[in-house]
């Protein structure tokens, strides 16, 4: 028989990853080893017997045969929860091209020492059956914040300081005054215990309707039949999907299992939270990206401890060390944000199923625009598909309104606001409803050019246009370069210099024009520097202190404001702009979004859609909120176009600080491709050519891109680039970096 020789890491703490040691594999355990075995291994001079762990697997001895020490045995507990984070760490390292080191890193937390850190809570101090009192009291003296907090403590006693002061906007008077009324104490606690606290539970409440129930029940089924799935949840937007998330991770806790939820960071709200804690109190926790590094790791080790059921996070905590793994839940399914943008470029839906598979464990995707991707699979039976049609509370999806802006330039309306939204809005108005404005950010980008020569003023390092911020001052994106606006071109010495575009400061502009009564709340970039404002803003306009909020991507996801009546998206086509096959998904979605937040509440809502392109698939389908038809067009497209899900694509970056090194090592790079996988007619190669952002920071950057029907077939052209990588044949200089199905075109 073959020998067979392993890759083995001795110890995980990061710093030494890197340091593998090779071992032959004795016969009677070559059946038995795998990639994240543990083993026992004799270490060293003293050859002292130590644990380690499998990372790989091969037939060729790194030295002489005879100098390769063996390994002992199995480890006597097998495969543990780290054993099987490896495994997947190698996968990924497969998958999508990385290091080890780098794919280590990631399903790993990093250990960093602890540091005690004191956070406050609020708590009610007074007695609860005072609180009506109280609150009449707070009402008859117009004291709004008082009532504010008195409300909220209702619920739950106890609050965290940040949510007090950024969330609901209380001062700090407030609550010295509040407390010397002996209505509230103020505590102090260590943080590297529970970052989630105890609410009550607002459970019976709800009572699932017959779509949600035989979901359930559906689910509940196969767990007790042992049976397996990747479930993909496809319900309109406020349909009940978390009430199913509840129950689903109720089911596998009463097997003595434990479960992963992930949202969009974006969406990870104080209101996520609270419902998650009403069902399961202190046994679920929070992982994110505001705790510290060391709270990270603590919340990690206590998963592991099993001192917690449920990690709720983005993409990382999918890699929460549980034991017991029964349940993996991807709300958002389609969200960007769950692919990484460093090496492992991996995406969290496909390392799910994977995990989910390494654990056995059940998978459930939820969105009320799937991807392209799971829908696919879900109708090619690979997922199980589960529907809802109704909203949960039954109130009527929004009205939805297309605006073409061509007509509207014809009839003489220069404004961004058309005739029919600005006869809405004031509706609004006189009713005090509430109003938000959409821009697209990525469309409004406000560039200074030149319009005697029509030069734009770009960064000197990044090549791509510098922003216009309000101090006169021109930003890079990028890389924070900075300059204060000339008052002549740079190339041509005209004065007729300036910004263009509208952004989000625009469109306030000319709302108070139009509107000079309306109270308006902006949310940008611009205005959510600090910590916290986003809550800020978000928590005046919920408490009712604006009449429009107008802003960007970020107003879209998750909130839920009942006043809101009317949505306007004062241009729609800008994501369609992009040279990018995603964008008119993205447009469906971000389209199905804004029109969900219309409408909440008890009062009907209506959108008004603004758009060049009024027949524009995305924008008809997501106006009559019509997945279906959407789905159909776009699959048509890709397929026609050879775009993922009906290809997959890879694409290679190529960096370096020397733009004609790149070159010269792209081009051989992509005639050796060519050589050597010729053969193959289902191949697509497209480059090397330069992509949109040239250069970063002084670096330059080339792209090859690679489509092929068989993801696999990526996967093996990948092992040949590292390969002629690792064999010295491209330069020092230049840095190779592999994407697979890109969200982000380069
Ligand atoms: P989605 O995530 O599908 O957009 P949510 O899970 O946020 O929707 O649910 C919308 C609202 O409906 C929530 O306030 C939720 O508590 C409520 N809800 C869910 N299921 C029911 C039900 N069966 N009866 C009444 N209300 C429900
Ligand atoms: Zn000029
Ligand atoms: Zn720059």
Known sequence: MLKKYADIIIDISHEDVDRTFQYSIPDRLLDLITIGSMVQIPFGRGNHIRTGYV????????FAP????????????GITVSGRLIALAAWMKEHYGST??????????????????????VILKADKIRIPELAEAYKKKNAKAKLRLISELADTEKLPMDIVTAKLNISSQTLKAMESEGVISIETRSVYRAV??????NEDEIVLNQEQQCIVDDFQKDITEGIRHTYLLHGITGSGKTEIYVRAIKTVIEQ?????????????????????????????????????????????????????????????????????????IIDEEHESSYKSDYPPKYHAREVAVKRAELEGASLILG?????????????????????LHKRARNNPLAECSIVDMRQELRLGNRSVISYELAQDISERLDRHEQIMLFINKRGFNSFVSCRSCGEVLRCPHCDVSLTKHNNKMLICHYCGYTISEPDACPSCSSKLIGGYGTGTQKVEEEINKLFPGARTLRMDKDTTTKKHSHETILAAFGNGDADILIGTQMIVKGHDFPKVTLVGIVLADLTLFANDYRAGERTFDLLTQAAGRAGRGELPGKVVIQTYQPDNYAI????????????????????????????????LLLVSQSEELLDETADRLMQEIQCRFSADHALRLVGPSVPEISKIKDIFRRVLYIKHSRYHKLVEIKDYIELYDVSGKTDDMVHIQFDFNPINMY
């Open 55 to 62: 990372i790989g697997i091969s037939d060729i001895p790194c």
């Open 66 to 77: 005879d100098k390769i020490k063996e390994i002992l045995d199995m480890a006597e507990d």
């Open 100 to 121: 080890m080191i780098n794919a280590l890193k990631t399903v790993m937390p990093v250990k960093k020492t602890v540091k005690a850190v004191a956070r406050k809570d």
């Open 196 to 201: 989630t606290r105890k609410y009550g539970g």
């Open 256 to 328: 003595g299992k434990q479960a992963i939820v992930l949202i969009p960071e974006i969406a990870l709200t104080y209101q996520t939270v609270k419902y998650f804690t009403g069902y399961f109190g202190d046994r679920v926790t929070i992982l994110n990206s505001k705790l510290s590094s060391g709270e990270k790791y603590d919340q990690m080790l206590r998963a592991k401890n099993g001192e917690v059921d449920v990690v709720i996070g983005p993409r990382s905590a999918l890699f929460t060390p549980f034991s017991r793994l029964g349940l993996i």
């Open 367 to 387: 969105s009320a625009t799937p991807s392209v991707e799971s829908y696919r699979k879900a109708l090619s039976g690979e997922y199980k598909l589960w529907q």
């Open 620 to 651: 008809v389908s997501a106006a009559k909120q019509d997945y279906k038809s959407f789905y159909a067009c776009e699959q048509s497209y890709r397929s026609l176009m050879k775009y993922p899900p009906e290809y997959h694509m890879m694409v």
